[in-house]
């Protein structure tokens, strides 16, 4: 099921990990080169989504395999986070402008369209400044240099003497260090849809997530199925993440104010927040459980 969503990296049945930190960063280093032009061109959104996906699965192996890596100076995990946050909110935009235009926009009454027209022109006023922000970034000397440090590196890598283990031997030591703590996040327990405490947790889930890809190839299935089910509530809080920024960008934020109202997308807005938020109970509630939490455990301890 996972395997679809994967980079593919050649590797062998049991790597060392720095072998496996190699692959990683050979192919998103080269993925990152090869979007780079579609991403500037701006003809097509998926691009960029392509690219911050790399962006991210780069600076996570970096970060994940730091204790393995000797890698120069320059090449540090921030500056891809720098990077990153320039692209984000071009791809921010790019998705609340697909929403607003489909499914919502069609069914307004007609005075709600004329108002959602004119934060439809502000949204994209504020897109085109990210975007030449974007490409400030994606251009930059520091970002340009990273990624050929990390091109000439990989054609004589160096490691730790941990790089040089074997990987299976520590796979239960990958998983403790990645899911550390997972489970005592206020983000579980919160009772608000809007609250900074989910927000946070999205984020430390997505982190999980982009951990464990690399060694998911090596894991069990049975542990296949419960980063699914982490995949799936990392989507679910991105969508009630989603929808409390635009809510807030176009009905409620200060310079939204002399707007006229829109209490039907306001309404449709709302109804989707309370089906996430629904959905996300039901899914927090069964992954904090006492069950699942053992058997994590379990799973863990048998690697």
Same mark, same amino acid.
């Given at each position: 099921m996972?395997?679809?969503?994967?980079? $593919?990296?050649?590797l062998?049945d049991?790597?060392?990990?720095?072998?496996?930190a190699l692959?990683?960063?050979?192919?998103?280093?080269?993925r990152?080169?090869?979007l780079?032009h579609? &991403?500037?061109t701006d003809?097509?959104?998926?691009?960029?989504? =392509? #690219?911050r996906?790399?962006l991210r699965?780069?600076?996570?192996g970096?970060e &994940?395999?730091a204790?393995?890596?000797? &890698?120069?100076?320059?090449v540090?995990?921030t500056r891809l986070?720098?990077v990153?946050r320039?692209?984000?909110?071009?791809r921010? #935009?790019d998705?609340?402008q697909?929403?607003? @235009?489909?499914?919502?926009w069609?069914?307004?009454?007609?005075?709600?369209?004329?108002s959602? @027209? +004119?934060?439809?022109?502000?949204l994209?006023?504020?897109?085109?400044?990210?975007?030449?922000s974007?490409v400030?970034? !994606?251009n930059g000397?520091?970002?340009?240099?990273?990624l050929?440090?990390?091109?000439?590196?990989?054609a004589?890598p160096s490691f730790?003497? !941990?790089?040089?283990?074997?990987l299976k031997?520590w796979?239960?030591d990958?998983m403790g260090?990645?899911?550390?703590g997972l489970f005592?996040?206020?983000?579980?327990?919160?009772?608000? %849809?809007?609250?900074?405490?989910l927000?946070e947790?999205r984020?430390?889930i +997505?982190g999980?997530?982009?951990?464990?890809e690399p060694?998911?190839?090596?894991?069990?299935?049975?542990i296949?199925?419960? $980063?699914?089910?982490? =995949?799936?509530a990392?989507?679910v809080l991105g969508?009630?993440h989603?929808?409390?920024?635009?809510?807030?960008s176009?009905?409620?934020? %200060?310079?939204?104010?002399?707007?006229?109202p829109m209490?039907t997308?306001?309404?449709?807005?709302s109804? =989707?927040?309370?089906?996430?938020w629904?959905?996300?109970?039901a899914?927090a509630?069964?992954?904090s459980?006492?069950?699942?939490r053992?058997?994590?455990h379990?799973?863990?301890?048998a690697l």
């Amino acid at each position: 099921m996972l395997a679809a969503d994967l980079p $593919i990296l050649p590797l062998d049945d049991d790597p060392t990990i720095g072998d496996l930190a190699l692959g990683l960063i050979q192919q998103q280093v080269r993925r990152l080169g090869q979007l780079h032009h579609q &991403v500037l061109t701006d003809a097509d959104p998926e691009a960029l989504h =392509k #690219l911050r996906i790399s962006l991210r699965r780069l600076r996570t192996g970096l970060e &994940v395999f730091a204790p393995a890596l000797v &890698v120069p100076e320059g090449v540090q995990a921030t500056r891809l986070a720098r990077v990153a946050r320039r692209t984000g909110l071009t791809r921010d #935009l790019d998705v609340f402008q697909e929403r607003l @235009e489909h499914p919502w926009w069609p069914p307004l009454p007609e005075n709600e369209q004329l108002s959602l @027209e +004119k934060a439809m022109a502000r949204l994209k006023r504020d897109r085109r400044q990210a975007f030449d922000s974007m490409v400030e970034a !994606l251009n930059g000397g520091r970002y340009l240099k990273l990624l050929a440090l990390l091109s000439q590196w990989q054609a004589a890598p160096s490691f730790t003497a !941990l790089g040089q283990q074997r990987l299976k031997p520590w796979l239960m030591d990958w998983m403790g260090h990645l899911g550390h703590g997972l489970f005592l996040h206020n983000g579980w327990f919160v009772e608000d %849809p809007a609250a900074e405490a989910l927000h946070e947790l999205r984020k430390r889930i +997505k982190g999980l997530r982009y951990g464990l890809e690399p060694f998911i190839p090596f894991l069990p299935i049975t542990i296949h199925g419960w $980063i699914g089910e982490i =995949k799936q509530a990392q989507a679910v809080l991105g969508e009630l993440h989603d929808l409390t920024v635009l809510e807030d960008s176009l009905l409620t934020h %200060p310079l939204r104010r002399k707007a006229s109202p829109m209490p039907t997308l306001h309404l449709a807005i709302s109804q =989707k927040q309370e089906q996430y938020w629904q959905q996300w109970q039901a899914q927090a509630g069964q992954l904090s459980s006492d069950t699942n939490r053992q058997n994590l455990h379990r799973l863990i301890l048998a690697l």
